[in-house]
Protein backbone atom coordinates (compact mmCIF):
# COMPACT_ATOMS: atom_id res chain seq x y z
CA UNK A 1 0.00 0.00 0.00
CA UNK A 2 2.36 2.50 -1.10
CA UNK A 3 -0.04 5.46 -0.64
CA UNK A 4 0.62 5.40 3.20
CA UNK A 5 4.74 5.25 2.51
CA UNK A 6 4.48 8.62 3.79
CA UNK A 7 1.02 9.70 4.88
CA UNK A 8 -0.70 10.75 8.12
CA UNK A 9 -1.80 8.27 11.10
CA UNK A 10 -4.69 6.38 10.53
CA UNK A 11 -5.90 3.21 10.00
CA UNK A 12 -6.15 2.14 6.32
CA UNK A 13 -8.09 -0.71 4.90
CA UNK A 14 -7.84 -2.07 1.02
CA UNK A 15 -9.40 -4.59 -0.74
CA UNK A 16 -6.71 -6.20 -2.71
CA UNK A 17 -9.19 -8.66 -4.24
CA UNK A 18 -13.05 -9.14 -3.57
CA UNK A 19 -14.69 -6.78 -5.25
CA UNK A 20 -14.23 -7.90 -8.28
CA UNK A 21 -16.45 -6.99 -11.55
CA UNK A 22 -16.02 -9.86 -12.82
CA UNK A 23 -17.92 -12.44 -10.10
CA UNK A 24 -17.63 -12.98 -6.11
CA UNK A 25 -14.51 -14.41 -5.05
CA UNK A 26 -10.46 -14.65 -4.33
CA UNK A 27 -11.47 -12.20 -0.95
CA UNK A 28 -8.22 -10.98 0.60
CA UNK A 29 -8.09 -7.31 2.62
CA UNK A 30 -4.84 -5.32 3.69
CA UNK A 31 -4.63 -3.14 7.18
CA UNK A 32 -2.53 -0.56 7.66
CA UNK A 33 -2.13 1.13 10.51
CA UNK A 34 0.28 4.58 11.08
CA UNK A 35 0.55 5.97 14.45
CA UNK A 36 3.25 8.66 15.41
CA UNK A 37 3.49 12.03 16.44
CA UNK A 38 5.29 13.54 13.67
CA UNK A 39 6.89 12.46 10.20
CA UNK A 40 10.49 11.42 11.94
CA UNK A 41 8.91 9.55 14.31
CA UNK A 42 5.67 7.23 12.46
CA UNK A 43 5.71 3.60 12.46
CA UNK A 44 3.87 1.41 9.71
CA UNK A 45 2.11 -2.08 10.45
CA UNK A 46 0.09 -4.10 8.65
CA UNK A 47 -1.57 -7.57 8.29
CA UNK A 48 -3.93 -9.21 6.08
CA UNK A 49 -7.32 -10.83 6.58
CA UNK A 50 -7.93 -13.52 4.33
CA UNK A 51 -6.45 -15.07 1.54
CA UNK A 52 -8.89 -17.05 -1.04
CA UNK A 53 -10.06 -17.71 -4.89
CA UNK A 54 -11.95 -16.85 -7.05
CA UNK A 55 -13.79 -19.45 -9.25
CA UNK A 56 -16.12 -18.82 -11.77
CA UNK A 57 -13.54 -17.00 -14.33
CA UNK A 58 -15.57 -16.93 -17.19
CA UNK A 59 -14.08 -19.24 -19.36
CA UNK A 60 -10.22 -18.04 -19.08
CA UNK A 61 -9.25 -21.55 -18.79
CA UNK A 62 -8.06 -20.95 -14.93
CA UNK A 63 -9.22 -22.42 -12.84
CA UNK A 64 -8.54 -19.96 -9.68
CA UNK A 65 -7.78 -16.85 -9.63
CA UNK A 66 -6.73 -14.99 -6.19
CA UNK A 67 -5.05 -11.83 -5.51
CA UNK A 68 -1.13 -11.68 -6.46
CA UNK A 69 1.47 -11.24 -3.38
CA UNK A 70 4.27 -9.82 -5.71
CA UNK A 71 4.67 -6.68 -3.12
CA UNK A 72 3.06 -7.95 -0.42
CA UNK A 73 5.04 -11.42 1.19
CA UNK A 74 8.27 -11.96 1.43
CA UNK A 75 9.76 -14.54 -1.03
CA UNK A 76 10.87 -17.93 0.98
CA UNK A 77 14.42 -18.02 -0.50
CA UNK A 78 15.20 -14.51 0.16
CA UNK A 79 12.65 -13.54 3.37
CA UNK A 80 12.59 -10.15 1.63
CA UNK A 81 9.28 -8.45 -0.04
CA UNK A 82 9.47 -7.86 -3.86
CA UNK A 83 10.46 -4.30 -4.23
CA UNK A 84 11.49 -3.57 -0.76
CA UNK A 85 8.59 -3.30 2.17
CA UNK A 86 7.87 -5.11 4.92
CA UNK A 87 6.41 -8.37 5.54
CA UNK A 88 2.81 -8.27 6.70
CA UNK A 89 2.46 -9.17 10.98
CA UNK A 90 0.19 -11.83 10.65
CA UNK A 91 -2.48 -13.06 7.83
CA UNK A 92 -5.69 -13.51 9.88
CA UNK A 93 -8.93 -16.03 8.41
CA UNK A 94 -12.37 -15.67 9.02
CA UNK A 95 -13.63 -18.48 7.87
CA UNK A 96 -12.54 -21.63 6.12
CA UNK A 97 -14.41 -21.47 2.49
CA UNK A 98 -11.94 -21.61 -0.34
CA UNK A 99 -13.11 -17.98 -1.40
CA UNK A 100 -11.69 -17.20 1.90
CA UNK A 101 -8.22 -19.35 2.29
CA UNK A 102 -7.59 -21.10 -1.07
CA UNK A 103 -4.72 -19.02 -1.96
CA UNK A 104 -2.71 -19.79 0.75
CA UNK A 105 -1.31 -22.77 -1.10
CA UNK A 106 -1.07 -21.54 -4.05
CA UNK A 107 1.32 -18.89 -2.49
CA UNK A 108 3.71 -21.25 -0.58
CA UNK A 109 3.67 -23.00 -3.99
CA UNK A 110 5.14 -20.39 -6.01
CA UNK A 111 7.94 -19.49 -3.39
CA UNK A 112 6.39 -17.06 -0.75
CA UNK A 113 6.89 -17.44 2.85
CA UNK A 114 3.83 -16.91 5.18
CA UNK A 115 3.23 -14.82 7.77
CA UNK A 116 1.83 -16.15 11.76
CA UNK A 117 -1.82 -16.90 10.44
CA UNK A 118 -4.46 -16.31 13.02
CA UNK A 119 -7.55 -18.73 13.18
CA UNK A 120 -10.06 -20.51 15.00
CA UNK A 121 -9.45 -24.41 15.67
CA UNK A 122 -12.15 -25.63 12.71
CA UNK A 123 -10.70 -23.02 10.20
CA UNK A 124 -6.83 -24.13 11.05
CA UNK A 125 -7.63 -27.61 10.88
CA UNK A 126 -9.67 -27.21 7.70
CA UNK A 127 -6.50 -24.90 6.51
CA UNK A 128 -3.70 -27.95 7.07
CA UNK A 129 -5.90 -30.16 5.55
CA UNK A 130 -5.77 -27.98 2.66
CA UNK A 131 -2.09 -28.16 2.26
CA UNK A 132 -1.82 -31.68 3.00
CA UNK A 133 -3.80 -31.92 -0.04
CA UNK A 134 -2.38 -30.09 -2.00
CA UNK A 135 0.83 -31.81 -1.51
CA UNK A 136 2.81 -28.90 0.19
CA UNK A 137 6.52 -29.67 2.01
CA UNK A 138 5.97 -29.42 5.70
CA UNK A 139 8.87 -26.89 5.95
CA UNK A 140 6.79 -24.77 4.03
CA UNK A 141 4.09 -24.23 6.14
CA UNK A 142 2.87 -21.22 8.24
CA UNK A 143 3.30 -21.18 12.12
CA UNK A 144 -0.87 -21.18 13.10
CA UNK A 145 -1.69 -19.90 16.03
CA UNK A 146 -5.54 -21.15 17.77
CA UNK A 147 -8.07 -18.27 18.36
CA UNK A 148 -11.30 -18.44 20.20
CA UNK A 149 -14.27 -16.86 19.47
CA UNK A 150 -14.12 -13.91 22.13
CA UNK A 151 -10.16 -13.84 22.12
CA UNK A 152 -8.52 -10.21 21.46
CA UNK A 153 -5.35 -10.80 20.21
CA UNK A 154 -2.48 -8.10 19.87
CA UNK A 155 -1.31 -7.62 15.95
CA UNK A 156 1.32 -4.79 16.59
CA UNK A 157 -0.05 -1.84 17.90
CA UNK A 158 -3.67 -3.40 17.08
CA UNK A 159 -6.43 -5.58 18.85
CA UNK A 160 -8.45 -7.64 17.06
CA UNK A 161 -11.05 -9.57 18.38
CA UNK A 162 -12.46 -12.65 17.06
CA UNK A 163 -16.27 -12.07 17.18
CA UNK A 164 -18.48 -15.34 16.71
CA UNK A 165 -21.16 -14.97 13.96
CA UNK A 166 -23.54 -17.48 12.19
CA UNK A 167 -21.88 -19.09 8.53
CA UNK A 168 -20.12 -22.06 9.13
CA UNK A 169 -18.41 -23.66 12.13
CA UNK A 170 -15.68 -21.40 13.68
CA UNK A 171 -16.66 -18.47 11.70
CA UNK A 172 -15.92 -15.57 13.17
CA UNK A 173 -16.31 -11.36 12.22
CA UNK A 174 -13.28 -9.06 13.57
CA UNK A 175 -13.32 -6.05 15.32
CA UNK A 176 -10.00 -4.23 14.72
CA UNK A 177 -9.15 -1.42 17.30
CA UNK A 178 -6.19 1.07 17.21
CA UNK A 179 -5.10 4.29 18.71
CA UNK A 180 -6.64 5.86 15.36
CA UNK A 181 -9.82 4.21 14.42
CA UNK A 182 -11.96 0.88 14.63
CA UNK A 183 -13.29 -1.09 11.93
CA UNK A 184 -15.71 -3.99 12.36
CA UNK A 185 -15.05 -6.70 9.37
CA UNK A 186 -17.87 -8.78 9.05
CA UNK A 187 -16.25 -11.85 6.87
CA UNK A 188 -19.49 -13.47 5.70
CA UNK A 189 -22.22 -13.69 8.13
CA UNK A 190 -25.96 -14.35 8.80
CA UNK A 191 -28.40 -14.52 11.72
CA UNK A 192 -29.35 -18.05 12.61
CA UNK A 193 -29.32 -19.00 16.55
CA UNK A 194 -30.33 -22.45 15.29
CA UNK A 195 -27.36 -23.26 13.46
CA UNK A 196 -26.28 -26.75 15.00
CA UNK A 197 -22.13 -26.60 14.83
CA UNK A 198 -19.74 -23.84 16.75
CA UNK A 199 -20.69 -20.95 18.55
CA UNK A 200 -23.71 -18.84 17.81
CA UNK A 201 -23.85 -15.08 16.95
CA UNK A 202 -24.42 -13.01 20.13
CA UNK A 203 -26.65 -9.66 19.36
CA UNK A 204 -25.77 -8.27 22.92
CA UNK A 205 -21.59 -8.59 22.38
CA UNK A 206 -22.21 -7.05 19.13
CA UNK A 207 -24.38 -4.26 20.94
CA UNK A 208 -21.48 -3.67 23.50
CA UNK A 209 -19.07 -3.45 20.38
CA UNK A 210 -21.31 -0.81 19.84
CA UNK A 211 -21.03 1.03 21.95
CA UNK A 212 -17.11 0.77 22.28
CA UNK A 213 -17.26 2.52 19.69
CA UNK A 214 -17.03 1.78 15.88
CA UNK A 215 -15.76 3.95 12.74
CA UNK A 216 -16.50 2.04 9.71
CA UNK A 217 -18.12 -1.39 9.08
CA UNK A 218 -16.99 -4.00 6.01
CA UNK A 219 -19.33 -5.92 5.21
CA UNK A 220 -20.77 -9.03 3.32
CA UNK A 221 -23.02 -7.92 0.71
CA UNK A 222 -23.86 -11.25 -0.96
CA UNK A 223 -27.58 -11.80 0.05
CA UNK A 224 -27.92 -7.89 0.74
CA UNK A 225 -30.83 -7.98 -2.00
CA UNK A 226 -33.11 -10.45 -0.65
CA UNK A 227 -36.19 -9.15 1.51
CA UNK A 228 -37.77 -12.84 2.13
CA UNK A 229 -37.64 -13.73 5.80
CA UNK A 230 -34.59 -16.20 5.65
CA UNK A 231 -35.21 -20.18 6.70
CA UNK A 232 -33.69 -21.25 9.71
CA UNK A 233 -31.38 -24.69 9.93
CA UNK A 234 -34.19 -26.23 12.42
CA UNK A 235 -37.01 -25.67 9.82
CA UNK A 236 -34.89 -26.87 7.02
CA UNK A 237 -33.84 -30.32 9.30
CA UNK A 238 -38.12 -30.40 9.61
CA UNK A 239 -38.61 -29.74 5.67
CA UNK A 240 -35.78 -32.70 4.94
CA UNK A 241 -37.29 -34.98 7.65
CA UNK A 242 -40.65 -34.91 5.67
CA UNK A 243 -38.78 -35.75 2.24
CA UNK A 244 -36.84 -38.69 3.87
CA UNK A 245 -40.16 -39.85 5.11
CA UNK A 246 -42.21 -39.52 1.87
CA UNK A 247 -38.94 -41.98 0.42
CA UNK A 248 -39.44 -44.69 2.95
CA UNK A 249 -38.35 -47.78 0.81
CA UNK A 250 -35.95 -46.16 -1.22
CA UNK A 251 -31.94 -45.41 -0.91
CA UNK A 252 -31.45 -42.13 -0.66
CA UNK A 253 -28.27 -40.43 -1.54
CA UNK A 254 -27.53 -36.13 -0.76
CA UNK A 255 -25.48 -34.37 -2.48
CA UNK A 256 -24.41 -30.93 -0.42
CA UNK A 257 -20.78 -28.68 -0.51
CA UNK A 258 -17.85 -30.22 1.08
CA UNK A 259 -17.81 -27.97 3.94
CA UNK A 260 -21.19 -27.91 4.42
CA UNK A 261 -21.70 -29.31 8.04
CA UNK A 262 -24.40 -27.80 8.96
CA UNK A 263 -26.58 -29.13 6.47
CA UNK A 264 -24.90 -32.91 6.77
CA UNK A 265 -26.14 -32.86 10.94
CA UNK A 266 -29.86 -31.67 9.55
CA UNK A 267 -29.54 -34.82 7.35
CA UNK A 268 -27.92 -36.90 9.97
CA UNK A 269 -31.54 -35.78 11.95
CA UNK A 270 -33.49 -36.08 9.23
CA UNK A 271 -32.26 -40.05 8.85
CA UNK A 272 -32.69 -40.92 12.49
CA UNK A 273 -36.04 -39.72 12.76
CA UNK A 274 -36.74 -41.95 9.67
CA UNK A 275 -34.93 -44.53 11.39
CA UNK A 276 -32.16 -44.26 8.80
CA UNK A 277 -28.47 -44.62 9.94
CA UNK A 278 -26.18 -41.55 8.06
CA UNK A 279 -23.13 -42.13 6.04
CA UNK A 280 -20.29 -40.09 4.33
CA UNK A 281 -18.82 -41.06 1.03
CA UNK A 282 -15.90 -38.91 -0.43
CA UNK A 283 -12.27 -38.00 0.59
CA UNK A 284 -13.07 -34.64 0.78
CA UNK A 285 -16.48 -34.88 2.98
CA UNK A 286 -15.05 -37.47 5.17
CA UNK A 287 -11.71 -35.53 6.01
CA UNK A 288 -13.78 -32.42 6.51
CA UNK A 289 -15.88 -34.49 8.98
CA UNK A 290 -12.03 -35.70 10.70
CA UNK A 291 -11.15 -31.93 10.87
CA UNK A 292 -14.55 -31.07 12.59
CA UNK A 293 -13.88 -33.71 15.23
CA UNK A 294 -10.17 -33.02 15.70
CA UNK A 295 -11.19 -29.26 15.98
CA UNK A 296 -13.27 -30.33 18.92
CA UNK A 297 -16.57 -30.22 17.46
CA UNK A 298 -18.62 -33.73 18.37
CA UNK A 299 -20.77 -33.49 15.30
CA UNK A 300 -21.63 -36.82 16.53
CA UNK A 301 -23.61 -35.97 19.48
CA UNK A 302 -24.85 -32.44 18.15
CA UNK A 303 -26.47 -34.64 15.06
CA UNK A 304 -27.90 -37.43 17.77
CA UNK A 305 -26.44 -40.28 15.78
CA UNK A 306 -23.06 -41.53 14.50
CA UNK A 307 -22.11 -40.54 11.36
CA UNK A 308 -20.81 -44.08 9.33
CA UNK A 309 -18.31 -44.06 6.49
CA UNK A 310 -19.31 -45.72 3.57
CA UNK A 311 -17.66 -48.94 4.32
CA UNK A 312 -19.30 -49.30 7.83
CA UNK A 313 -22.78 -48.05 5.70
CA UNK A 314 -22.71 -51.93 3.97
CA UNK A 315 -24.08 -53.79 6.77
CA UNK A 316 -27.54 -51.70 6.61
CA UNK A 317 -30.30 -52.26 3.66
CA UNK A 318 -29.60 -49.37 1.63
CA UNK A 319 -33.09 -48.67 1.80
CA UNK A 320 -32.03 -47.92 5.71
CA UNK A 321 -28.90 -45.47 4.95
CA UNK A 322 -29.22 -41.86 4.14
CA UNK A 323 -25.46 -41.40 2.16
CA UNK A 324 -24.12 -37.98 1.86
CA UNK A 325 -21.70 -36.84 -0.82
CA UNK A 326 -20.45 -34.15 -2.37
CA UNK A 327 -22.06 -32.60 -5.74
CA UNK A 328 -24.29 -29.35 -5.05
CA UNK A 329 -22.59 -28.07 -7.70
CA UNK A 330 -21.51 -30.56 -9.74
CA UNK A 331 -17.94 -30.39 -9.40
CA UNK A 332 -16.02 -32.68 -12.06
CA UNK A 333 -15.03 -35.03 -9.07
CA UNK A 334 -17.68 -34.97 -6.65
CA UNK A 335 -19.72 -37.87 -5.59
CA UNK A 336 -23.24 -37.13 -7.55
CA UNK A 337 -21.09 -36.51 -10.84
CA UNK A 338 -18.60 -40.15 -10.48
CA UNK A 339 -22.19 -41.58 -10.05
CA UNK A 340 -23.82 -39.67 -12.47
CA UNK A 341 -21.16 -41.05 -15.19
CA UNK A 342 -20.83 -44.54 -13.40
CA UNK A 343 -17.12 -44.27 -12.70
CA UNK A 344 -14.94 -46.90 -11.17
CA UNK A 345 -15.60 -46.85 -7.50
CA UNK A 346 -18.59 -44.60 -7.63
CA UNK A 347 -21.90 -44.58 -5.75
CA UNK A 348 -24.32 -46.58 -7.35
CA UNK A 349 -27.46 -44.19 -8.10
CA UNK A 350 -29.68 -45.59 -10.46
CA UNK A 351 -33.38 -46.79 -10.23
CA UNK A 352 -35.17 -46.54 -7.22
CA UNK A 353 -32.64 -43.82 -5.59
CA UNK A 354 -33.82 -40.38 -4.56
CA UNK A 355 -31.23 -37.91 -4.94
CA UNK A 356 -31.52 -34.84 -3.08
CA UNK A 357 -29.51 -31.66 -3.36
CA UNK A 358 -29.67 -29.31 -0.68
CA UNK A 359 -28.63 -26.31 -1.72
CA UNK A 360 -29.76 -23.89 -4.86
CA UNK A 361 -27.74 -23.69 -7.76
CA UNK A 362 -25.44 -20.06 -8.09
CA UNK A 363 -25.14 -18.80 -11.49
CA UNK A 364 -22.03 -19.98 -12.44
CA UNK A 365 -22.95 -23.94 -11.86
CA UNK A 366 -26.47 -24.03 -13.07
CA UNK A 367 -25.93 -25.57 -16.48
CA UNK A 368 -23.38 -28.09 -15.39
CA UNK A 369 -25.92 -29.17 -12.39
CA UNK A 370 -28.52 -29.25 -14.71
CA UNK A 371 -26.30 -31.78 -17.15
CA UNK A 372 -25.36 -33.93 -13.26
CA UNK A 373 -29.39 -33.64 -12.82
CA UNK A 374 -30.64 -34.59 -16.41
CA UNK A 375 -27.55 -37.55 -16.34
CA UNK A 376 -28.71 -39.00 -12.75
CA UNK A 377 -32.49 -39.07 -13.89
CA UNK A 378 -31.72 -40.87 -17.40
CA UNK A 379 -29.94 -43.58 -14.81
CA UNK A 380 -33.71 -43.64 -13.42
CA UNK A 381 -33.18 -41.73 -9.98
CA UNK A 382 -35.61 -39.25 -8.63
CA UNK A 383 -33.51 -36.14 -8.21
CA UNK A 384 -35.12 -33.25 -5.83
CA UNK A 385 -33.30 -30.19 -6.03
CA UNK A 386 -33.73 -27.39 -3.38
CA UNK A 387 -36.13 -25.54 -6.01
CA UNK A 388 -38.36 -28.80 -6.84
CA UNK A 389 -38.55 -29.22 -3.02
CA UNK A 390 -40.36 -25.86 -2.90
CA UNK A 391 -42.99 -26.44 -5.58
CA UNK A 392 -43.20 -30.08 -4.27
CA UNK A 393 -44.47 -28.36 -1.16
CA UNK A 394 -42.10 -29.40 1.57
CA UNK A 395 -40.57 -26.18 1.84
CA UNK A 396 -36.71 -24.55 1.66
CA UNK A 397 -34.00 -26.92 2.02
CA UNK A 398 -31.07 -24.63 1.42
CA UNK A 399 -30.57 -21.08 2.84
CA UNK A 400 -28.10 -18.70 2.39
CA UNK A 401 -25.14 -18.35 4.45
CA UNK A 402 -25.10 -14.98 3.61
CA UNK A 403 -26.75 -11.83 5.34
CA UNK A 404 -30.27 -10.83 3.57
CA UNK A 405 -31.45 -7.51 3.87
CA UNK A 406 -33.00 -8.11 7.50
CA UNK A 407 -29.48 -9.22 8.98
CA UNK A 408 -27.65 -6.66 7.59
CA UNK A 409 -30.59 -3.65 9.32
CA UNK A 410 -30.10 -5.89 12.46
CA UNK A 411 -25.98 -5.95 12.09
CA UNK A 412 -25.65 -2.14 11.80
CA UNK A 413 -28.55 -1.51 14.00
CA UNK A 414 -26.26 -2.61 16.54
CA UNK A 415 -23.31 -1.43 15.71
CA UNK A 416 -24.37 2.25 14.99
CA UNK A 417 -21.16 2.85 13.85
CA UNK A 418 -19.97 6.65 13.59
CA UNK A 419 -18.41 6.86 10.41
CA UNK A 420 -19.87 4.77 7.37
CA UNK A 421 -20.52 0.90 5.80
CA UNK A 422 -17.94 0.00 3.23
CA UNK A 423 -19.72 -2.75 1.42
CA UNK A 424 -17.72 -5.63 0.17
CA UNK A 425 -18.38 -9.47 -1.34
CA UNK A 426 -20.71 -9.14 -4.06
CA UNK A 427 -21.55 -7.62 -7.49
CA UNK A 428 -22.89 -4.32 -8.11
CA UNK A 429 -26.19 -5.06 -7.58
CA UNK A 430 -25.47 -6.40 -4.39
CA UNK A 431 -22.98 -4.09 -2.93
CA UNK A 432 -25.46 -1.22 -4.34
CA UNK A 433 -28.13 -2.75 -2.30
CA UNK A 434 -26.15 -3.11 1.12
CA UNK A 435 -25.20 0.64 0.61
CA UNK A 436 -28.92 1.89 0.40
CA UNK A 437 -29.82 -0.20 3.69
CA UNK A 438 -26.86 1.55 5.64
CA UNK A 439 -28.55 4.55 4.26
CA UNK A 440 -31.53 4.00 5.19
CA UNK A 441 -30.61 3.98 9.38
CA UNK A 442 -28.73 7.13 8.67
CA UNK A 443 -25.81 5.58 8.02
CA UNK A 444 -23.34 6.96 5.56
CA UNK A 445 -22.07 4.37 2.89
CA UNK A 446 -19.63 4.14 0.28
CA UNK A 447 -19.79 2.24 -3.00
CA UNK A 448 -15.93 0.62 -4.35
CA UNK A 449 -16.36 -0.34 -7.45
CA UNK A 450 -13.25 -2.41 -8.20
CA UNK A 451 -10.50 -3.44 -6.09
CA UNK A 452 -7.37 -1.13 -4.81
CA UNK A 453 -9.47 1.90 -3.06
CA UNK A 454 -7.58 2.36 -0.13
CA UNK A 455 -9.79 4.05 3.22
CA UNK A 456 -8.04 5.72 5.78
CA UNK A 457 -10.11 5.64 9.54
CA UNK A 458 -8.30 8.49 11.48
CA UNK A 459 -9.65 10.97 14.15
CA UNK A 460 -9.85 13.46 11.97
CA UNK A 461 -12.38 11.57 9.97
CA UNK A 462 -12.99 8.98 7.04
CA UNK A 463 -11.89 9.21 3.78
CA UNK A 464 -10.95 7.56 0.22
CA UNK A 465 -7.21 8.60 0.01
CA UNK A 466 -6.24 7.10 -3.43
CA UNK A 467 -6.84 3.95 -5.98
CA UNK A 468 -3.89 1.72 -6.43
CA UNK A 469 -3.73 -1.20 -9.32
CA UNK A 470 -3.88 -4.37 -8.04
CA UNK A 471 -2.70 -7.58 -10.12
CA UNK A 472 -4.26 -10.97 -9.45
CA UNK A 473 -2.61 -14.17 -9.98
CA UNK A 474 -4.36 -17.32 -12.20
CA UNK A 475 -3.99 -20.65 -11.61
CA UNK A 476 -3.92 -23.02 -14.73
CA UNK A 477 -3.16 -27.00 -14.14
CA UNK A 478 -0.09 -28.18 -16.07
CA UNK A 479 -0.94 -31.35 -18.14
CA UNK A 480 2.93 -31.93 -18.46
CA UNK A 481 3.94 -32.37 -15.13
CA UNK A 482 4.02 -35.58 -13.01
CA UNK A 483 1.90 -36.19 -10.52
CA UNK A 484 1.71 -37.52 -7.16
CA UNK A 485 -1.97 -40.08 -6.26
CA UNK A 486 -2.97 -39.02 -2.86
CA UNK A 487 -4.45 -41.87 -0.63
CA UNK A 488 -8.09 -42.57 0.66
CA UNK A 489 -8.49 -42.29 4.27
CA UNK A 490 -9.71 -45.24 5.83
CA UNK A 491 -12.57 -46.58 5.95
CA UNK A 492 -13.15 -45.06 2.42
CA UNK A 493 -12.49 -48.04 -0.20
CA UNK A 494 -10.27 -47.50 -2.81
CA UNK A 495 -8.18 -44.34 -3.93
CA UNK A 496 -10.23 -42.87 -7.32
CA UNK A 497 -9.99 -39.03 -6.31
CA UNK A 498 -7.33 -37.52 -9.68
CA UNK A 499 -3.67 -36.96 -8.41
CA UNK A 500 -2.57 -33.56 -7.08
CA UNK A 501 -2.54 -30.86 -9.52
CA UNK A 502 0.24 -28.98 -10.54
CA UNK A 503 0.32 -25.55 -11.90
CA UNK A 504 1.25 -22.81 -14.14
CA UNK A 505 0.73 -19.26 -12.35
CA UNK A 506 0.24 -16.03 -14.66
CA UNK A 507 0.17 -12.42 -13.33
CA UNK A 508 -3.09 -11.13 -14.85
CA UNK A 509 -4.36 -7.31 -14.38
CA UNK A 510 -6.90 -6.24 -11.77
CA UNK A 511 -10.03 -7.65 -14.42
CA UNK A 512 -8.31 -10.89 -14.81
CA UNK A 513 -8.60 -10.40 -18.45
CA UNK A 514 -5.19 -9.38 -19.39
CA UNK A 515 -1.89 -11.38 -18.76
CA UNK A 516 0.74 -9.34 -18.10
CA UNK A 517 3.56 -11.62 -17.60
CA UNK A 518 3.18 -15.61 -17.91
CA UNK A 519 4.21 -18.63 -15.74
CA UNK A 520 5.48 -16.71 -13.00
CA UNK A 521 8.10 -18.20 -11.31
CA UNK A 522 7.83 -20.73 -8.91
CA UNK A 523 10.03 -23.02 -6.69
CA UNK A 524 10.90 -26.41 -7.09
CA UNK A 525 8.45 -29.50 -6.30
CA UNK A 526 6.40 -29.06 -3.38
CA UNK A 527 3.81 -31.48 -5.07
CA UNK A 528 6.69 -33.36 -7.66
CA UNK A 529 6.55 -37.59 -6.22
CA UNK A 530 7.47 -38.62 -3.20
CA UNK A 531 7.00 -42.03 -1.19
CA UNK A 532 3.51 -42.23 0.04
CA UNK A 533 5.04 -42.94 3.81
CA UNK A 534 6.63 -39.14 3.56
CA UNK A 535 3.05 -37.77 3.43
CA UNK A 536 0.90 -36.61 6.42
CA UNK A 537 -0.70 -39.38 7.64
CA UNK A 538 -3.65 -36.82 9.01
CA UNK A 539 -4.69 -32.82 8.95
CA UNK A 540 -3.47 -32.08 12.33
CA UNK A 541 0.22 -29.35 12.65
CA UNK A 542 1.27 -28.08 15.75
CA UNK A 543 -0.29 -24.84 16.81
CA UNK A 544 0.54 -22.46 19.08
CA UNK A 545 -2.61 -20.61 20.98
CA UNK A 546 -2.72 -16.65 20.31
CA UNK A 547 -1.50 -14.26 22.32
CA UNK A 548 -4.33 -12.68 23.67
CA UNK A 549 -5.06 -9.20 25.09
CA UNK A 550 -5.67 -8.09 28.39
Known amino acids: MTLVD???????????????DDGIGGNCH??????????????????????GVKFGNGGRGYSAEFASPEG????????????????????ILTHAHEDHVGAIRHVLDMGYACPPVYATAFTAAMLN??????????DRWPEIRIARCGDRVDIGHAKVEFVAVDHMPGATALHIRSPEGSIFHTGDYRFDETLPLGDRASPE???????????MVVSDSTSAVVRETPTSEAQICQNLSKLVADNEGRPITAGILGSQLDRLVSLARAAKDNGRVVAVSGRSLASNV???RMAGLDIDAVAGTRILTAVESRAYPPEKVLMVTTGAFAQSNSGLVRAAHRQPGALDIGENTTVIIPQRAIPAVRTSQSAMVAKLEQR???????????????????????????????????????????PIHGDRKQVGANSRLARSLGIPAVVLDRNGAVVRVAKDGISIVGTEDVARIGARE???????????????????HFPIAVYQYDRLDASGGIVLKPDVHTVDGPVRPRPVRDAPKDVTVAVVAARRSR
Not at 7 to 15: A, D, E, F, I, V
Not at 33 to 49: A, C, K, N, Q
Not at 72 to 91: M, N, T
Open 6 to 20: DHRPGLYWQSLMGNN
Open 30 to 51: RYDLVTGESPETLLHEHFLVDF
Open 72 to 91: ILARRDSGKVDGGGRAPEAL
Open 129 to 138: KSLVDAGIAR
Open 205 to 215: RLRAIGKEGVD
Open 290 to 292: AAA
Open 380 to 422: GARVMTAEKAVSAGYGAIHQSGHAVERDCKLLYSLLRPTGLVA
Open 478 to 496: RADAVKQLPRAPRGQGRDA
